[in-house]
């Protein structure tokens, strides 16, 4: 057991503050972030619970010009586009539906409305959808993958290390964004970064410091109250 030196109170507050914090984001500062704070990072969220201990997890870490060579091959394909209908799993439905189609409008018309992209201005839409591409210039791009032949549990476990690793980096003051996006480009993902014949991508997620006067980065997402998803039995 890790020993706390905080009350019981102070801790709740702490790890409720860090969870609060936690919000995607879209814009970083050029800052770099020192290997040593990513591997902290990574160090204290692979405390993560998995199924039989398995752990699941691999990850990639791109800064400098891995992470350059990357996103050069990544929107080249995007610019080009030329996707080669690559993803290997459905990540969305293939159609939405209520109330899950409702809260992703949502959250879209309100990014959007931020950056004053209209409804009707695919141009600049199509730009926002780059810069997922580009890591959103977060200094630091983490590649996630797992071993293809390990079964769906596997990747319940993995959930749990992606936001072990996002409140780890929120705790340090650093920012984070978890992007499915990559799995459209995940044979080229496969390629650049040399995959093994059985590793499978999960996601990508930028990493940095966020830039607190990009207006994207002001975003707060809604949550459903607790009666749209808890079945008390008494």
Known sequence: ???????????????????????????????????????????SACRAPSGVNLQPWRVHVLSGESRRKLVAAVCAAYDADDDGDQAEYQYYPVRFFEPYLGR?????????GLLGIGKT???RMNAQQRRN????????????????RL?????????MFLQNVMLAARARGLDTCPQASWNRYCRI???VLGFGEQ??????????YADAAAIENSLCTERAGLDEFVVFHE
């Not at 591409?133 to 590649?143: K, N, Q, S, W």
């Not at 590793?199 to 940095?208: T, Y």
Request: aromatic share 10%.
């Open 199 to 208: 590793e499978q991508l999960v996601c990508g997620m930028a990493l940095g």
């Open 189 to 191: 993902v496969a390629e």
């Open 121 to 123: 201005d695919s141009e």
């Open 1 to 43: 057991m890790v020993p706390f030196n905080l009350t019981s109170e102070s801790l709740q507050a702490a790890v409720d503050a860090v969870m609060a914090g936690r919000h995607s984001v879209r814009a970083y500062l050029p800052q770099e972030v020192p290997p040593s704070l990513i591997a902290e990072v990574l160090a």
């Open 151 to 159: 079964a769906l549990g596997s990747w319940l476990d993995y959930g």
């Open 133 to 148: 591409f580009t890591f959103f210039d977060a200094p630091v791009g983490l590649i996630f993958s797992i071993d293809r």
């Open 104 to 112: 992703r409008r949502k959250v879209g018309w309100d990014l959007y």
